[in-house]
């Protein structure tokens, strides 16, 4: 039975058509990064951040560093979630020590001045990459594409890079409501044929990065999170039915609740702040979870790190479950600790 082996080969895949495995897969969100000198040393041949995100042979290559050291089950592909907002034309650059800056929107007609359709050919090279990466991957490693969720990349859009809680993006989706809503369409149709061209270049799945989530209240959380990320992924399945995707609402809290009931992805990622009765009881009973280290444990290291590690494996393992942080590994964690907290996951 070919299909069956195929799928056995991927121990992530098969957790997200919701098969726990017996130790559950493993990798992390920006598991390429600057924790890893080999990442640093390729960024600076690049030169800079997009040149590394645009270049399909250095882009793969850190997409394959981190795999090479820790045997990772997940590869995700290197790029960024605001290549999307630079594809429709909007300045973006990544200043060293203080993340990315876009030309900020304050007038709604600089909104409604934005171009409607994303420009394949300027993420042209990131497909590319993708291919590269599918080339050499191994066959047991579920390779695994992105975007920002449309709320997430708006927030940037607006404030020009990021604030403590996204004001200025929240402010004006109150005054003006019908403009920031032709926005978000807009980034749901560039998401869904980003995530549609990854899919067709070769990714298994893809992850829906919704950062900033957790910022909205409870209408708001409906009105800019779910509905736009649902129609997201009805786009993405609509061309590719059976397409495997992770949402990720950081900072849900108990919105997590709706986010599963109504946005159909097969797996959703938990931050380290949820409380995990409740993320098993009311979540993970009603599909996979990945998640949800706190990534500071993982700067701690000893006793810390191996009892935060226990707790999560504790919360999850009985279940269809990824391990991963709750969210991405920061540049201060030392390597010595993701080893030791591999080595507790896998029980060797
Ligand atoms: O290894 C991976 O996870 C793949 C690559 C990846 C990056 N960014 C590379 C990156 C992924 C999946 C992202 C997602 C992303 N980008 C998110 C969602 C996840 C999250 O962290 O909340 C967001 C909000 C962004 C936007 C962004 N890009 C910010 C806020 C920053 C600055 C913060 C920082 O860590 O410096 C970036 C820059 C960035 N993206 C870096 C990397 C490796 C560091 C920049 C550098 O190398 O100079």
Redesign the pocket.
């Known amino acids: 039975m070919p299909a069956v082996s195929v799928v056995v080969k991927k121990p992530l895949l098969n957790v997200l058509n919701g098969h726990r495995q017996k130790s559950p897969p493993v990798w992390m969100?920006?598991?390429?990064?600057?924790y890893l000198p080999e990442y640093r040393a390729t960024?600076e041949k690049a030169g800079s951040?997009l040149g590394l995100c645009f270049n399909p042979e250095l882009a793969a290559e850190v997409t394959l560093q981190p795999l090479r050291r820790f045997n990772f089950d997940g590869a995700?592909?290197?790029?960024?979630?605001?290549v999307v907002p630079y594809a429709l034309g909007r300045n973006v650059d990544?200043v060293?020590g203080e993340?990315?800056k876009l030309e900020p929107i304050g007038a709604p007609e600089t909104a409604r001045s934005i171009r409607k359709e994303v420009d394949h050919g300027v993420l042209a090279p990131v497909y590319e990459t993708i291919g590269r990466v599918k080339a050499v991957l191994p066959d047991d490693v579920t390779f695994l594409g992105?975007c920002?969720a449309p709320w997430?990349v708006a927030t940037y859009m607006i404030a020009g890079q990021?604030t403590p809680d996204q004001a200025p993006a929240r402010v004006f989706a109150y005054r003006h409501p019908d403009v920031f809503d032709d926005l978000i369409q807009v980034l749901v149709k560039a998401s869904a044929e980003y995530l549609i061209r990854q899919i067709k270049a070769g990714v298994d799945a893809v992850q829906i990065?919704d950062?900033w989530a957790g910022v909205l209240p409870p209408e708001e959380f409906s009105r800019w999170c779910i509905a736009p990320t649902r129609r997201l992924v009805l786009a993405v399945r609509d061309a590719v039915p059976d397409a495997k995707i992770i949402g990720f609402p950081?900072g849900a809290g108990s919105s997590l609740e709706r986010y599963v009931a109504e946005v159909p992805v097969d797996a959703v990622s938990l931050d380290w702040m949820i409380d995990k009765t409740f993320a098993r009881e009311r979540v993970q009973r009603v599909k996979p979870v990945q998640g949800n280290l706190d990534p500071l444990a993982l700067i701690a290291g000893g006793r810390a790190l191996d009892e935060s590690v226990d707790a999560v494996m504790r919360a999850f393992s009985d279940g269809p479950f990824i391990f991963n942080l709750g969210?991405?590994i920061t540049p201060e964690a030392p390597i010595e600790n993701v080893e030791r907290m591999l080595r507790r996951v896998r029980g060797r």
């Open positions: 969100m920006r598991q390429a990064g600057r960024r951040f995700i592909l290197f790029s960024d979630i605001l990544f060293t993340g990315p992105f920002g997430t990021g990065f950062t950081r969210p991405g």
